[in-house]
């Protein structure tokens, strides 16, 4: 990826020097005035394509750190999913015991009363 400073250009004539720019006159030279105009409006063009330029380098540099921003927090996050994986499943696994420790307290007593009935009377549940 090409970055910001990576993308410079030469540029030969700056606002200033079309601005100081003389031109010799001859007798069938061009209007002088009309000249100034041109190159006045020239210098108006130039000087906004030059601020369109620094601040689309400035938001160039604003995205690309972003998007370095935006890249550690993805690696932080797939760090912090891979390891939180076991201790789900570790987790899972506690909470299953911990649910047939309590439905053995609970329903224990309850289970042995029907055992010792259905025996008492003769029939095999299963």
């Given amino acids: 990826m090409e970055t910001h400073e990576d993308s410079t ?7 200033k020097t ?7 006159t001859k007798v ?15 210098i108006q063009d130039y000087e906004a394509y ?6 689309l380098n400035e938001e160039n540099a604003r995205l690309f ?3 370095d921003e935006l890249t550690k927090q ?15 499943a570790a987790t899972n ?11 053995r ?3 224990g007593s309850k289970l042995a009363d029907h055992d010792d009935q259905s025996s008492s009377n003769g029939f095999d549940q299963y």
Avoid: M
């Fill in 74 to 88: 993805l690696s932080v996050s797939k760090n912090v999913t891979q390891t939180a994986q076991p201790t789900a």
């Fill in 28 to 42: 069938r030279g061009y209007d002088q005035d009309e000249v100034d105009t041109f190159l006045d409006s020239i």
């Fill in 18 to 24: 079309i601005l100081d720019k003389k031109f010799k």
């Fill in 93 to 103: 696994y506690d909470i299953l015991k911990r649910l047939s420790n309590l439905e």
């Fill in 105 to 107: 307290h609970v329903f």
């Fill in 50 to 55: 030059a601020a369109e330029v620094d601040r």
């Fill in 9 to 15: 250009f030469n540029i030969q004539l700056g606002p």
């Fill in 65 to 67: 750190s972003r998007v």
